[in-house]
């Protein structure tokens, strides 16, 4: 019979907090190591998740909700100076948006309350494996020993590297901006296609609070510089006359990576250090979720009946069950590419004259429903 008690979580992003949080409540004793003096640093994401991901998250989310929506306006800009052609997303539920920083501080106190030990400002640079435990080591010292080591490090990926469970690693980079308009512009997301702005992915303006936007731009095969000068770009172009404060600039890295094997032995990797980020859309909180929740099952049906060297395995079977749609989304995302590119599914509706598309699933967009044809 296979007995884990003692849980060494590496990573106090929104993986690390929600695997220790699910942890606890199932009884497992839990530590938790961050290298950052405070959990919520730096920022990076935008906060969209769908209704489904924002009930797993449960109360701390629910809390943080900030706005919600329920379609998205996508604008097709052509160089060429014609009129951006726009497809509206109709969601059949609503996309909520949460403020990350917010969900993560509330998740850390509930964390705190079950019992989680923190040690922030704590690097983990090596997981050891040592007489069937596992030890995390921080500049030679050494804490545990753990049953399991949950490694929850996001897009970096230096201790699933080190582990092979993801060999090799490709990023997109996101920089966005938290911008205070002169006045209201927009009451839904917009999301900006044009090779100008991103050659393969796209910008976006998400209303906040109030007179409030985030304003970001995401792609891949460019350097940091880059996006970031394309960001600036786009809020020139859009708001210059318009804004009032940029309050700050924040991003990171989002991986593309198809799904990497989910963990070695008992050491597991959740979240953006396993999870590839859906292409069209975000949805790694969806991805941290499942992974998870996944880790939670496996470890439900190892207590009942399992051998512990088959965690891994148990945890990788469910894991790519839970998120095989990502997989079909990174290959829809590889054919729309060699076409060239989201600009050229412009191109299509405006001949098809499609004005929109109801989405039945946020987290899935694949699975769209009738489009909506101009008349
Ligand atoms: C610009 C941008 C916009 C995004 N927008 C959305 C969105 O709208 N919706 C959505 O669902 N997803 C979005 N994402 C993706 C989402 O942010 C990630 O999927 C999510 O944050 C992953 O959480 P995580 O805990 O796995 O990683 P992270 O949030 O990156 O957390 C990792 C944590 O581990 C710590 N850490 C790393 N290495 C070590 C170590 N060796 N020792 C100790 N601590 C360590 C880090 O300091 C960090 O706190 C966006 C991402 C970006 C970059």
């Known amino acids: 019979m296979y007995e884990v008690r003692d849980v060494g979580v590496v990573g106090a992003g929104l993986a690390g907090l929600y695997a220790s949080k699910t942890l606890l409540r199932e009884g497992y004793s839990v530590d938790i190591f961050e290298e950052h003096r ?7 994401c935008t906060g969209l998740i769908s209704s489904y991901t924002l009930y797993l998250l449960g109360k701390p989310a629910i809390k943080s909700v900030v706005n919600a929506f329920d379609r998205y306006e996508l604008l097709f800009i052509n160089h060429k100076g014609d009129k951006p052609y726009r497809v509206t997303l109709q969601f059949r539920e609503r996309v909520y948006l949460v403020d990350r920083v917010n969900l993560e501080k509330k998740l850390y106190e509930e964390v705190v309350a079950q019992g989680g030990r923190f040690f922030l400002k704590t690097h983990i640079n090596r997981v050891i494996a040592l007489h069937g435990k596992y030890r995390v080591s921080s500049n030679g010292r050494a804490y545990g020993p753990y049953d399991v080591v949950v490694i929850a490090e996001g897009a ?41 702005i991103s050659r393969y992915f796209f910008g976006w303006l998400v209303p906040y609070a109030g007179r409030e936007y985030l304003v970001g731009v995401m792609d891949s095969n460019s350097r940091a510089t880059e996006v970031f000068t394309k960001l600036l770009s786009l809020l020139r172009k859009l708001l210059s006359h318009n804004i009032t404060r940029i309050r700050e600039f924040f991003g990171g890295y989002i991986p593309l990576n198809k799904l990497c094997i989910g963990g070695s032995n008992r050491v597991i990797g959740v979240g953006d250090a396993i999870s590839p980020v ?13 992974s998870v929740n996944s880790l939670s099952d496996a470890l439900k049906l190892l207590r009942e009946y399992g051998e512990s060297t088959e965690l891994a395995y148990i945890y990788g079977r469910i894991l790519s069950q839970r998120l095989k749609r990502l997989a079909s989304h990174h290959a829809v995302k590889g054919i729309v590419d060699l076409v060239g590119g989201f600009s050229t599914l412009g191109v299509i509706a405006r001949l098809l004259r499609i004005k929109g598309y109801c989405v039945k699933y946020y987290d899935d967009m694949l699975r769209l429903g009738k489009p909506l044809l101009t008349s």
């Open 38 to 44: 405070a959990v919520g640093i730096p920022k990076h």
């Open 278 to 290: 859906k292409p069209f859309t975000g949805g790694g909180i969806y991805g941290v979720v499942e």
């Open 156 to 196: 970096k990926r230096v201790l699933v590297r080190k582990h092979s469970l993801c060999p090799n690693v490709t990023n997109a980079i996101g920089f966005q901006a938290m911008v205070k308009l002169r006045e209201g512009l927009a009451d839904v997301p917009y999301i900006f296609i044009s090779s100008n």
